[in-house]
C-alpha cells in the first residue's frame, strides 16, 4: 500500500509538504545498509515541534538518504508493549534502574512482517534490542516465544500482559559511511491497553514529532548532532513506552521523572 504523503494528511499543524522534501533525498533500500543496522546502539532523542520539520528534511538530504520499499517511504509502525500487571518495565525506568528491559510486539504494515522484540538498556547507556519473526498475534507471539524471551533475560514472561499501543509514521533515514541512523516518527498516537475500552485513556502528538539518532557510538560530530545544537535544542529522553503510560495512566501511577516532557506536550510547545 502506498501512503499519499501531503501535509494535512501527516502534520496538520506544520506546513511542510513532506512528499516534496522526500523527493530530493537518495534512496537506499534494507540490503543497502551494510554498517547501519545498529541492534547495539548508543541513542539519542529528541522531541520536536512540528515546525521544525521542513528544515530538518530541507538540512539532512545531503548527509543522509531515505529508506524506500516499493516507492513506499512512509512506513506504519504498529507496537504493542508488554509489561506486569504493576507495569514493572515501566517503573524501572522511571526508577533510574541500570539494565533494564522493555518488550514489545512491533508490525511492519507496509512489509506484512512482524517481530517479537527485547530491548536492553545496559549501565553504560548502550541499548541493545534482539528480536524474533513472529507473526502471531501480539499476545500469542508470547507464548510461541517464551524460549527467545527466556533466552534474552526476561523471566516469567508468562505474567506479561498487553500494557500500551504506540502507533506512528516512521522516516527512516541513514548515513551509512558513519554508522547511524535517523528516523523520525510522526502522529504518535498512544492508547492505554489496561483499559482499552476508555477512549479517554488514548493521546495523540499532535504537535510534536520525535526525532531518534541511532549511533554505533555517541558523535556530535554527526550531521544531525550539529544540525541540531546549531538549532539550540538538546537531547531529551523520551521512551515511547514510558511517555505513553504516563500519558494515559498519569492519575494511577508515578509521573515525576518524566514531568519535564508531560508539562511541554501540555504547552503544546
Known amino acids: 500500500m502506498m501512503y499519499e504523503l501531503n501535509q494535512s494528511a501527516l502534520l496538520p499543524n506544520s506546513d511542510i509538504n513532506v512528499a516534496d522534501a522526500i523527493s530530493k533525498y537518495t534512496k537506499h533500500d534494507l540490503s543497502d545498509l551494510k554498517n547501519s543496522e545498529l541492534m547495539d546502539r548508543v541513542d539519542s532523542k529528541f522531541l520536536l515541534p512540528v515546525d521544525t520539520l521542513s528544515h530538518i528534511l530541507a538540512s539532512c538530504n545531503n548527509f543522509y538518504s531515505v529508506l524506500t520499499i516499493d516507492d513506499v517511504n512512509l512506513f506504519q509502525y504498529n507496537n504493542i ?42 549501565n553504560k547507556g548502550r ?8 507473526d502471531d498475534k501480539p499476545s500469542a507471539a508470547l507464548i510461541s516465544n517464551a524460549h527467545f524471551l527466556d533466552s534474552n533475560g526476561i523471566e516469567q514472561s508468562n505474567s506479561l500482559i498487553a500494557s500500551q499501543s504506540c502507533n506512528y509514521q516512521r522516516i527512516s533515514l541513514a548515513n551509512d559511511a558513519q554508522h547511524e541512523r535517523l528516523t523520525l516518527d510522526l502522529n504518535v498516537n498512544f492508547i492505554n491497553q489496561l483499559n482499552n475500552s476508555n477512549f479517554e485513556n488514548s493521546y495523540i502528538l499532535s504537535n510534536f514529532y520525535i526525532a531518534e539518532l541511532k549511533q554505533e557510538k555517541l558523535n ?40 519535564a516532557n508531560l508539562m511541554r506536550l501540555e504547552r503544546g510547545a
Not at 524501572?92 to 533494564?100: D, Y
Not at 550539529?226 to 509521573?255: D, P, Q, W
Open 127 to 134: 541499548t541493545i534490542k534482539t528480536r524474533c519473526a513472529s
Open 81 to 122: 508493549y508488554f509489561d506486569t500487571a504493576n507495569l514493572d518495565f515501566y517503573r524501572s525506568h522511571h526508577n533510574r534502574k541500570l539494565n533494564r528491559y522493555k518488550v514489545r510486539h512491533r508490525n511492519y504494515a507496509d512489509v506484512g512482517s512482524s517481530f517479537l522484540e527485547v530491548k536492553f538498556k545496559n
Open 220 to 259: 556530535r560530530q554527526s550531521p544531525f548532532y550539529r544540525l541540531i545544537r546549531e538549532m539550540a535544542i538538546r537531547s531529551k529522553g523520551f521512551s515511547k513506552y514510558c511517555m505513553g503510560v504516563s500519558l494515559t495512566n498519569n492519575k494511577h501511577i508515578k509521573t515525576n521523572r518524566f514531568k
